[in-house]
Structure formats: C-alpha cells, structure tokens
DNA sequence: GCCAAATTCGAACGGTCGTAAGACTTCCCC
DNA sequence: GGGGAAGTCTTACGACCGTTCGAATTTGGC
C-alpha cells in the first residue's frame, strides 16, 4: 500500500494536512456509522473498511465514543456555518429583518443542499440525522445543552412574526426540525413505496421548494 | 415472590391470561427500550428489571429480536387500530369525504392521546418512535413493504384534496409523519430549553390543536 | 546517515453479550 | 396422589466487543 492514494488526497479536508490514516478512519466511521448506526458499526468494521489497523481508532481518537464526537462535531460545525451565513445574508438584504420564508430557507437550504445524491456530505447529513437520535449520552447532552445556534433561527423567526407569541413560534419550529429530521433513506424509501414511485428525494431542489411552502403555510397558520 | 402480583394483574392484556412472567418480561422491556434503546439494553437488563429469571426471553419470546418484534408489533396494531377507527367514524360522519382536518386528526390524534404524562402508553409511543428507527432489519422491512396502514390515510389526503397532485400529497404526508415522529422526550428537553420553560408537551390537547393548525395550513398551501 | 519522536502493527486481555443445556420445581389433569 | 407437561433456575459456552501494550516500523530534523 502507498502511503498516501488518490483517494486520500481528494477527500483530505481543505485546510489542514492531517494523518492520511486519520483521515480514512474518519471517513469510514462516518459513512458506516450512517449507514448502519453507531452501535452496529464495531471498530474492526470501521478499520477494516478504512483499510488500516485495528488500533487506529484508539490511537487517533482515544475511543470510539470520541470518534463519534469528533465527527459529529465537526459535521454540526459545518452545518451550522453554512445556516449562518445564509441567515446573516438574509439580515443584510432586509436591514436585519428578513421575511419568514427567507429565515426558513437559512434553516433548511444547507441540510437539503446535503442531500443531493452527488453531494460530496451526503452521507454525512444521514450521520448527523442519525447520531441526533442514536447518540451518546455526551452528544445528547450537547444537542440539549447547546441551543446557541438554535436561538439565533427562534429570534429571526420571533421578528418576522412579531404577531404570533413566542410558545406558537417555538412549536412551529419544533415542527419544522422535525419535517427536516425525517429526511433519512430508510423513509425516502417508504414514501416512495407509499407512492408508487411517484416521490423522488433526488430533486432536492424540489423537496426544498415543497418543505418551504409547507412550514411556512403552517407558520402562518 | 407471590406467583401473581397486584402489578401484574393490573397490566395484563384484555383478552388472554399469559403467563406472568412473560407479562412482566413485554412490559420491562418494553420500558427499558424506550428510554435507552435496543441496543443499549442487555437481556440481563430486561430480566432484572422485571424480576424474572434471565432465560425467560428466550423461553417466552424466542429470542431478544424476537421480543422487540413482539413488542412492535402489538403496540403498532393498537396504534393503527385506533388510527383506522377515528377514520373510519369521519368517513361515516361525511359519506366517505372527510375534509383534510379530519383526516389528519385520526392519523394524529391516536399517538398523541398516547403522550399525556399520565398515559398508560406514553412510554409505549416512545417505544414505537424509537424502535422506527433503531429496529432491526427486519422491522425496518416491515415498515418498509406493509404501507397498507398508511395507504389508506393517503387515498383519504387524496379524496379530500382532489386538487393537489397526488405528489403533492405524498410529500406533505411525509412531513406530517416528520412532525409527529420528533415527538420525542429528548427533543421535548431540548424545545422545552430553547424556549426557556415556555413549551409544555403536558398539554397534550393543546400539542394536537397546534400539530393539526400546522399540518392543515401546510396541506392547503 | 543517525537518532528520537511519531505512527503502525500484531496480539491479547478483560468484559459483556445472546443463547442454550440440563437439572429442578410447580402446576394441572386424570 | 401420581405423572407429565409447563415453567423456572443455575450455569456456562462461544462469540464479539473496546481497549491496551510492547515491539516493529516509519518519519522528520540535524
């Protein structure tokens, strides 16, 4: 085996020269993690698959719990950047009070741009969908404690909507969390035996433009 | 140990006299489950739990997969049974044309009543919710091939909304189906944060009157 | 080209898991 | 009240798990 593939080097993460092996660890843990959840995922499933040896995991990351953590660290992190700037770019064409739809659109537009059966983060949606759910008591801990990135999409909504009270807004966007949350294979794949083939999650220009006009109709409700 | 406790025959099922112990078995860990997830449950869990003796969930049940099965299968036939009566009384009420808020109202109201803090099945909705998405392969197929339950709400969608294509429809009932299956404890917490205590999933009439306000007003987008 | 640090490797340890075998006890019907 | 079935109990097997250790190897600075 080279030390460093091809593969390697095109899906090395942009700013930092990482170990090669970490990076494949990485990589295989989250897609196997997604694939088939955190518990069902062993380390020699995830070394194996990565192509090195067993003790990587340990070495690398200190413990598959921390594995899990780092990778769902970093997911989140880039999730939430993405929404961010979609969110401040809104407040800058609207003096800081974008309309409902548009705070909408910073909240779901970068998890359906993950979606795309070409995006390089597909897979990693599905790991972020999952690792919410499937977690560790310390990730739990984290989605629960730290609503910081949450607040800012409450606020937003909470000034495009200074009519409805705040319980209403917080409902409706507990409600739209969860029409994002249940984007996973396992029910594309129901929906689209429900429906005869009729649905397809690969327009996800589509599914977003359907998800927008759905939560923001039950906004204005 | 007195063969057959107050708590027993307080939880038996209706129709047959089981055995005890295989009461107490479905109903600890059914409970466990719940709280902590399939794989985070050992048999030994289980049967320490329900104060039985470790092999009786392979003596009653046949196996710890088996047992979940069991357990899914049950609650999900009491949910869709009461799913298919509210329906089936709109029907009778509309001659076979329930308007959409009815409609809705039978797919939701039966999970919801489910919910109420002092519920027999609160924990059992969490079970179901839970073992929807962490289940076995084999119960992810069940989801995946039996849709007749669902079928029959869509084709409801689908007489009251004549208007909407049937995609359409397909796609708001999914994200209906996402909005109620985020019913969780721990997004419950993490809402309940967010909001600074303003959020109370105790009222459970009032989460039904919001959930249908919003999926209705997403429906006639 | 050498040495120390970093990394990789093979191997194994301690633990937990689901499950099964066999002895034992309880229950029920004749 | 005797006998067979049903249920319970103890015990342990075999498999897999995450993690660790010490040796071997590679890497990078001088």
């Given at each position: 085996?080279?030390?460093?593939?091809?593969?390697?080097?095109?899906?090395?993460?942009?700013?930092?020269?990482?170990?090669?092996?970490?990076?494949?660890?990485?990589?295989?843990?989250?897609?196997?993690?997604?694939?088939?959840?955190?518990?069902?995922?062993?380390?020699?499933?995830?070394?194996?698959?990565?192509?090195?040896?067993?003790?990587?995991?340990?070495?690398?990351?200190?413990?598959?719990?921390?594995?899990?953590?780092?990778?769902?660290?970093?997911?989140?992190?880039?999730?939430?950047?993405?929404?961010?700037?979609?969110?401040?770019?809104?407040?800058?064409?609207?003096?800081?009070?974008?309309?409902?739809?548009?705070?909408?659109?910073?909240?779901?537009?970068?998890?359906?741009?993950?979606?795309?059966?070409?995006?390089?983060?597909?897979?990693?949606?599905?790991f972020v969908i999952r690792a919410r759910s499937e977690g560790t008591d310390?990730?739990?801990?984290?989605?629960?404690?730290?609503?910081?990135?949450?607040?800012?999409?409450?606020?937003?909504?909470?000034?495009?909507?200074?009519?409805?009270?705040?319980?209403?807004?917080?409902?409706?966007?507990?409600?739209?969390?969860?029409?994002?949350?249940?984007?996973?294979?396992?029910?594309?794949?129901?929906?689209?035996?429900?429906?005869?083939?009729?649905?397809?999650?690969?327009?996800?220009?589509?599914?977003?433009?359907?998800?927008?006009?759905?939560?923001?109709?039950?906004?204005?409700?």
């Amino acid at each position: 085996m080279s030390p460093t593939t091809d593969a390697a080097s095109t899906e090395v993460e942009a700013a930092e020269t990482e170990a090669a092996t970490k990076n494949l660890v990485f990589v295989a843990a989250e897609r196997l993690f997604a694939l088939h959840g955190f518990q069902n995922v062993s380390v020699r499933d995830i070394t194996a698959a990565a192509g090195v040896n067993l003790a990587s995991v340990n070495y690398h990351f200190g413990s598959k719990d921390a594995l899990l953590f780092d990778i769902f660290k970093r997911r989140t992190a880039e999730l939430n950047r993405e929404r961010a700037k979609m969110l401040h770019e809104a407040n800058d064409r609207h003096d800081g009070n974008p309309p409902l739809r548009e705070v909408l659109a910073a909240l779901l537009t970068p998890p359906l741009r993950w979606l795309a059966p070409d995006h390089e983060r597909r897979i990693s949606l599905q790991f972020v969908i999952r690792a919410r759910s499937e977690g560790t008591d310390e990730i739990r801990n984290v989605l629960k404690t730290d609503v910081s990135h949450l607040r800012r999409f409450s606020d937003a909504l909470l000034r495009a909507r200074p009519d409805l009270s705040p319980e209403d807004v917080y409902w409706r966007l507990h409600f739209t969390l969860g029409m994002l949350h249940n984007n996973r294979f396992a029910e594309f794949d129901r929906l689209n035996v429900l429906s005869e083939g009729q649905t397809s999650e690969a327009d996800v220009v589509g599914l977003l433009e359907r998800m927008l006009d759905f939560a923001e109709a039950g906004f204005n409700a």
